[in-house]
């Protein structure tokens, strides 16, 4: 078990460019999911998928946010004509559901966007 | 819907003192309920875990909370701080489908002066 990975650790973009998060989970976890975080604020749920299927968008998901994971392990997250309110830690975490139920989430140290 | 207030964004302590983070919980249903601690610039860390069954939950790091319906509570304590424990501290609250999604409080910063 090495963990979920994320990568990079930190982006720094001028607005208006595109960015894209990549995320690696636990091998053996079937679900992923993406949250971001504000300063001084809880982690808000933006997107999951079971496999390589997504299941549900947050509305906090604008047009300008894709998510993929194409062949049900890593997964990536791109912004397109980022904003200055994009700035933000972007979290990504993974569990396994199955015959035992759902196991808690576990996370990533996270991406931290920066817009300037 | 789901939701979670934690109550004091921030909570400091002496270094040996009891920790105690507020977190009260509103659900339609029995719920799943979260404790995450993060250190800065990190992800999240699961603390412990309420899943029905029995109301006191010890976790990792000499932590523990207490399940109380009637109150809609899942408060977090630790007999003795330690320097170490300062971080942020997040409940959360499953969603009543079958997303596994978890919906976070606001986080309280903890503070342990020597």
């Known amino acids: 078990d090495t963990g979920v990975s994320q990568d990079p650790r930190h982006k720094i973009t001028k607005r208006g460019q595109n960015v894209t998060f990549r995320c690696d989970p636990i091998s053996e976890h079937n679900r992923l999911y993406w949250y971001r975080q504000t300063l001084g604020q809880g982690p808000e749920f933006l997107t999951y998928?079971?496999?390589?299927?997504?299941?549900?968008k947050s509305r906090l998901l604008s047009d300008r946010f894709s998510a993929e994971r194409p062949k049900g392990s890593f997964s990536t997250l791109e912004i397109q004509r980022t904003e200055q309110g994009d700035s933000a830690m972007y979290l990504c975490a993974s569990s396994l559901v199955g015959g035992q139920g759902l196991s808690p989430l576990h996370f990533g140290n996270g991406t931290r966007l920066t817009v300037t | 819907a789901q939701s979670v207030t934690q109550l004091g964004s921030h909570v400091s302590v002496s270094e040996g003192a009891l920790v105690l983070l507020r977190c009260n919980y509103s659900s339609s249903v029995p719920p799943y309920l979260f404790w995450y601690v993060q250190y800065p610039n990190q992800g999240l860390q699961l603390l412990l875990k309420y899943t029905s069954a029995a109301t006191l939950v010890k976790g990792i790091n000499g932590f523990e909370a207490e399940f109380k319906k009637s109150e809609t509570s899942f408060h977090l304590t630790k007999p003795s701080a330690h320097m170490s424990d300062a971080a942020e501290y997040f409940c959360?609250?499953?969603?009543?489908?079958?997303?596994?999604?978890?919906?976070f409080g606001q986080g309280t910063t903890l503070q342990v002066k020597p």
């Open positions: 959360a609250v499953s969603d009543t489908s079958n997303t596994g999604k978890l919906i």
């Open positions: 998928f079971q496999n390589e299927a997504q299941l549900e």
